[in-house]
């Protein structure tokens, strides 16, 4: 394949997505922010935490269409959040 055919399918992929998560962004960024609220409420974020928010995420089909960069830059908010 060559390039222009890899930014044709990048850039259908992302239209894909973008109706996939469409509506649902701020049910992405409540459920990542109670997560969070949980993970910290014992004031530190074990690994293990980290990695059930992202695999809850990531196997619910209510979150479909969502990248672990999408889900990973909203936790990071939260985590910046609780550390200050």
Not at 9 to 15: G, M
């Amino acid at each position: 394949m060559n390039k222009l055919r890899y930014r044709e399918l990048a850039k259908d992929k992302s239209e894909i997505e973008g109706v996939a998560t469409a509506g649902k962004e701020e049910l992405m960024e409540a459920m990542v922010a109670a997560c969070a609220a949980i993970a910290f409420a014992d004031g530190s974020l074990d690994i293990r935490e980290r990695r059930r928010i992202f695999t809850l995420l990531q196997t619910h089909p209510s979150f479909a269409g969502f990248s672990h960069a999408d889900v990973s830059g909203e936790f990071a908010r939260h985590d910046t959040a609780f550390a200050e």
